[in-house]
């Protein structure tokens, strides 16, 4: 492998956790192209996921995705599972499958440069039980106002160590639906009277009021009952919620997850999230080097970062408006103001905007909606918006969950 010879960066003390004794090899290194992989496997019956990747030096901003692997595991050596590429750095299993208990799991890649590797074989802990999911209005410690949700876990028997995610999904309603389409026609530009131009207008057939947002955690959240004997781990927090969100607008629902983690993963992702000081934990840019359970066929001496891990994961998922913690109703997502422009309005001399070129202007570069405009036969008044406070498939998706409750 090409080795890019840069500056070293950082000098890492190993980390030791106060809650178990295992200690996590950590190395110091200068820039090169390690291999990222970032996959946990669970009972989910489901088209599995990985992801690949390849580190970056800390001065650039892309991501180095890993294309045309060959990514396959196999299950006690004798069932095996293919995944495709599903896009740029995605691989998904052809068929779903969901891990089982007493099952050993061992992922397997080829590169398209012909380079090999293998993880450690995994085997699923038993599945953590949620004993609550609930929000709460509180005040943060920056002193802001707004919603916590909480998770309540139960661990299995010799289970301490808890991997929390969660899924946010909430319904937008668009504060200036447009129920026309339009088209500017007979464009003239006279060289005394200036412009002029009519606006045809048809019926908007398409749904653009109701839109449905999800937003699927990032980084890693951690948790440990600290105890074998409770196995238990209360209040544990998921996600703070500013009580001036655009997110609990109307409605918002949040499904928490969340997975039992051997000792092993547990100890890389606290140590890699220690290490890097942000959610961004596999962000392939990091100043030391944690080694994980997958190596290199290829070169023995080769490191790779990332974790190949079997969880068994339970879920729960809760509903609340912001009416319900007794908040003011938040802002829209975007600034939505009306713009009003009267077309027989084409003359400066009163020392006022052109409001038939202003309106020809905003309606020409395609960023506004007709919000509503006077009947005949005065027809000639316009109220314009937005694009994105009248359209919300712009930035999110008309087609409702299938387990969305209003």
């Given at each position: 492998m090409k080795t890019i010879?840069?500056?070293a960066?950082?000098?890492?003390?190993i980390l030791?956790?106060?809650?178990?004794r295992?200690?996590?090899?950590?190395?110091?290194?200068?820039?090169e192209n390690?291999?990222?992989?970032?996959?946990?496997?669970?009972?989910?019956l489901k088209?599995q996921?990985?992801k690949?990747s390849?580190?970056?030096q800390l001065?650039?901003?892309?991501?180095n995705l890993e294309n045309?692997a060959?990514?396959?595991?196999?299950v006690n050596?004798n069932?095996?599972?293919?995944?495709?590429q599903a896009e740029?750095g995605?691989?998904?299993?052809?068929?779903a499958?969901?891990?089982?208990?007493?099952?050993?799991?061992q992922l397997n890649i080829?590169?398209?440069?012909?380079?090999?590797?293998?993880?450690a074989?995994?085997?699923?802990n038993?599945?953590?039980?949620?004993?609550?999911?609930y929000?709460e209005r509180?005040?943060n410690a920056?002193g802001v106002?707004?919603i916590?949700?909480?998770?309540?876990v139960?661990?299995s028997?010799g289970s301490?160590?808890f991997?929390?995610?969660?899924?946010?999904t909430y319904?937008?309603?668009?504060?200036?639906p447009?129920?026309?389409?339009?088209?500017i026609?007979?464009y003239?530009?006279h060289?005394?009277?200036g412009?002029?131009?009519?606006?045809e207008?048809?019926a908007?057939p398409?749904q653009?009021?109701?839109?449905?947002?999800?937003v699927?955690?990032?980084g890693?959240?951690?948790?440990s009952?600290?105890?074998?004997?409770?196995?238990?781990?209360?209040?544990h927090?998921i996600?703070?919620?500013?009580a001036d969100s655009?997110?609990i607008g109307?409605?918002?629902?949040?499904?928490?997850?969340?997975?039992a983690?051997g000792?092993?993963?547990?100890?890389f992702y606290k140590n890699?999230?220690?290490?890097?000081?942000n959610?961004d934990?596999?962000?392939?840019k990091?100043?030391g080097?944690?080694?994980?359970n997958?190596?290199?066929?290829?070169n023995a001496?080769?490191?790779v970062?990332?974790?190949?891990?079997?969880a068994?994961?339970?879920?729960r998922?809760?509903?609340?408006?912001?009416e319900d913690?007794e908040?003011l109703e938040?802002p829209?997502f975007?600034l939505?103001?009306l713009?009003?422009?009267?077309?027989?309005d084409?003359?400066?001399?009163?020392l006022?905007?052109?409001q038939?070129q202003?309106?020809y202007?905003f309606?020409?570069?395609g960023n506004y909606?007709i919000y509503?405009?006077?009947?005949p036969?005065?027809d000639?008044?316009?109220?314009?918006?937005t694009?994105?406070?009248?359209?919300?498939t712009?930035?999110?998706?008309?087609?409702?969950?299938?387990f969305?409750?209003?």
């Amino acid at each position: 492998m090409k080795t890019i010879a840069r500056s070293a960066i950082l000098l890492v003390s190993i980390l030791i956790l106060a809650s178990c004794r295992d200690e996590i090899p950590l190395d110091t290194f200068d820039y090169e192209n390690y291999l990222v992989v970032e996959a946990t496997l669970t009972n989910e019956l489901k088209q599995q996921e990985i992801k690949l990747s390849r580190t970056t030096q800390l001065d650039t901003s892309f991501a180095n995705l890993e294309n045309n692997a060959e990514v396959y595991v196999m299950v006690n050596d004798n069932i095996r599972y293919d995944f495709e590429q599903a896009e740029d750095g995605f691989y998904r299993s052809n068929e779903a499958f969901s891990t089982k208990n007493g099952d050993n799991y061992q992922l397997n890649i080829n590169t398209e440069a012909g380079r090999s590797y293998i993880s450690a074989l995994v085997s699923p802990n038993d599945l953590p039980d949620i004993t609550n999911f609930y929000a709460e209005r509180v005040i943060n410690a920056n002193g802001v106002e707004g919603i916590q949700v909480y998770m309540d876990v139960q661990g299995s028997s010799g289970s301490t160590f808890f991997n929390f995610k969660y899924e946010e999904t909430y319904k937008i309603i668009s504060p200036f639906p447009s129920p026309v389409d339009f088209e500017i026609t007979n464009y003239f530009d006279h060289p005394i009277d200036g412009i002029s131009y009519e606006v045809e207008t048809r019926a908007n057939p398409r749904q653009e009021t109701v839109c449905y947002s999800t937003v699927k955690s990032s980084g890693v959240n951690l948790g440990s009952s600290g105890s074998l004997d409770e196995n238990k781990l209360l209040r544990h927090p998921i996600l703070f919620i500013p009580a001036d969100s655009p997110k609990i607008g109307v409605r918002y629902s949040i499904l928490g997850q969340v997975y039992a983690p051997g000792q092993s993963s547990y100890t890389f992702y606290k140590n890699l999230k220690e290490l890097s000081g942000n959610d961004d934990l596999l962000s392939q840019k990091q100043p030391g080097f944690i080694v994980g359970n997958i190596s290199s066929l290829t070169n023995a001496k080769e490191q790779v970062l990332g974790f190949f891990d079997v969880a068994f994961q339970t879920e729960r998922r809760i509903y609340f408006n912001f009416e319900d913690f007794e908040f003011l109703e938040p802002p829209y997502f975007y600034l939505c103001e009306l713009d009003y422009y009267d077309y027989n309005d084409n003359i400066t001399s009163d020392l006022t905007p052109n409001q038939r070129q202003l309106l020809y202007s905003f309606l020409q570069t395609g960023n506004y909606r007709i919000y509503s405009r006077s009947l005949p036969p005065s027809d000639n008044n316009f109220a314009i918006i937005t694009d994105y406070c009248s359209d919300c498939t712009l930035y999110s998706s008309n087609v409702k969950p299938a387990f969305w409750e209003d």
